[in-house]
């Protein structure tokens, strides 16, 4: 296995889960009026076909 390139590959992803994800916080915020309204409970959940990978992440976002 090519170490640099899967790296690089992986970086790549997690990257666009990143800003996309933040994209989808920001609008969800936005259109439901949840500015200033205490906290948003949110869960990641990630799974890769074929395998038996599935690692949750749950935390709070202060809205503020």
Known sequence: MDEHRFNMSMRKFLKEVGVTSQQAIERVVREEGLGGKGVLKVRMVLTAEG????HMVEGEIDLG
């Open 51 to 54: 395998t038996g990978l599935r």
